[in-house]
């Protein structure tokens, strides 16, 4: 596609870690694109980032900043999503937003492209919502499956990286493991991002806590697995966790199917599914682990084996980077089939 064809792109957030990445997303799936505006914060303005060989300044998010903006690709947080979404569709932008301010409205589409892209054609507001990371990577594990035998419930336990804290989040977790390293200890004062110790520990909330004793990342897989899969009966029980590992979620999984289950069709269904990879040799110690998801395009399922509690499940692990899948690639795929 020539520049000409290409679309007028507008990135909210340009200098954050989904940013960048969306970025270099669009610049390595050669996105069609004719004018490319980098918004972010008076802090954030002025910086220059590097688009295709060329220099690229940043320019201060306003309510006047979407003039001839085809589409605008937000993630700089639910505030200023609610905030200023509004002036880029009123400026004739379709957006795509990766915060969860929009997610559950039932006017807007809550969109994985390889699982329901026909979605996108109902746009009544002209925003489309990205789901949360750990919601796309674990249904890009069981959407194949649940064609082949039909989803009814899901138990899910996340094991879900730093980076889905933001680079703080990082910084966090390389400080603490240097003054451990150095036999050190770890100060209150260390305890910026996560209310417990990251370094050499797993912290079992992720987000805020609600009424029931869930917090919101988990309710956020029953909520939208159910809008995205068109499945309002669809269960789930799910414990998220926050683990020291820099990048990429991992995610056990037990799904109860409808029709009796098959290991070896299983397995075979993702053969022909895009966007996920089939890593399970167990016999030669081979399943997926974060560091295989790192900076990568595809999520890898593995540990596939019948449940031995439920009657029709399956229990398999899958790993997919969340700042990529889970969060910027999905957008851009999303902008994808506009």
């Given amino acids: 596609m020539s520049a000409e064809q290409g679309k007028h792109v507008a990135i909210v957030g340009a200098t954050g870690a989904v940013g960048q990445e969306m ?18 914060s008076a802090r954030s303005a002025g910086k220059e980032i590097s688009f295709r060989g060329k220099l690229i300044k940043v320019k201060e998010l306003t309510h006047e900043s979407f003039e001839g903006v085809e589409i ?62 750990t919601t796309i990577i674990t249904l890009m594990a069981l959407y194949p499956l649940h064609k082949l035998f039909g989803l009814r419930s899901i138990i899910a336990s996340s094991y879900q990286a730093v980076s ?26 260390m305890k910026k991002v996560y209310p417990h110790q990251i370094a050499s520990n797993v912290i079992p909330q992720v987000d805020a806590f609600t009424e029931n004793g869930y917090t919101k990342e988990e309710l956020k897989m029953l909520n939208e697995g159910r809008k995205i899969l068109n499945l309002p009966d ?57 560091l295989d998801t790192t900076l990568k395009d595809d999520c890898l399922v593995g540990r596939i084996r019948k449940d031995m509690v439920f ?27 506009l």
């Fill in 164 to 189: 889905g804290s933001g680079a703080q989040g990082i910084i966090e977790l390389d400080e603490q493991i240097k003054v451990l390293g150095d036999g050190g200890e770890i100060t209150d004062e």
């Fill in 311 to 337: 009657n029709n499940a399956l229990t398999l692990w899958v790993v997919g980077d969340q700042v990529r899948k889970g969060a910027a690639l999905n957008a851009v795929q999303i902008a994808e089939l």
């Fill in 234 to 290: 669809l269960r789930v029980t799910c414990t998220c966790v926050r683990v020291p590992v820099h990048r990429s979620h991992s995610v056990s999984v037990t799904a109860q199917f409808d029709r009796p289950v098959d290991v070896a069709a299983a397995q075979a269904a993702f053969a022909d599914s895009a966007g996920i990879a089939l890593k399970d040799d167990i016999a030669n110690n081979v399943y997926p682990v974060p």
């Fill in 72 to 133: 605008a690709l937000f993630s700089a947080g639910g505030e200023f999503s609610l905030k200023f979404a509004p002036s880029a569709t009123a400026a004739g932008a379709i957006v795509i937003d990766n915060s969860s301010a929009f997610r559950m409205d039932e006017q807007v589409p809550l969109v994985v492209p390889e699982v329901n892209p026909e979605a996108v054609k109902d746009c009544p507001k002209g925003i489309i919502a990205n789901p949360n990371c």
């Fill in 23 to 40: 970025l270099d997303c669009l610049e390595q799936r050669n996105f069609p694109i004719s004018e490319l505006t980098l918004l972010a």
